[in-house]
Nanobody, 123 residues
């Protein structure tokens, strides 16, 4: 059974940095496009960033462009999200997702999701 697990969230002051990690059992990340999403209380889920299976195509939401960096380490079977210059509006539960259901490499619908890791940015 595939289990996707995020880590690295926490409480940070505005302007600080965090690096989120995502790993999975029974799933080889290098075979699939992957993405990071976030959801704040009372708001819809937001697609933050996507990366294709080769790492040659990357998408960032306008709200994080220039501050966040997505990357993958196939040898470690790990997906990362480096978050710099964090703002209070970045506060949310962050989710990792793998294996888009649609044909797009950057989708809203994925087959595998993690349970999320909380990121809280204080002002």
């Amino acid at each position: 059974q595939v289990q996707v697990v995020e880590s690295g969230g926490g409480l940070v002051q505005a302007g600080g940095s965090l690096r989120l990690s995502c790993t999975a059992s029974e799933l080889t990340f290098g075979d699939y496009p992957m993405g990071w999403f976030r959801q704040a209380p009372g708001k819809e889920r937001e697609r933050v960033s996507c990366i294709n299976w080769m790492g040659t195509n990357i998408y960032y939401a306008d709200s994080v462009k220039g501050r966040f960096t997505i990357s993958r380490d196939s040898a470690k079977n790990t997906l990362y999200l480096q978050m710099n210059s964090l703002k209070p509006e970045d506060t949310a539960m962050y989710y990792c997702a793998a294996h888009p259901i649609s044909g797009s490499w950057c989708s809203y619908e994925y087959k595998y999701w993690g349970q999320g890791t909380q990121v809280t940015v204080s002002s």
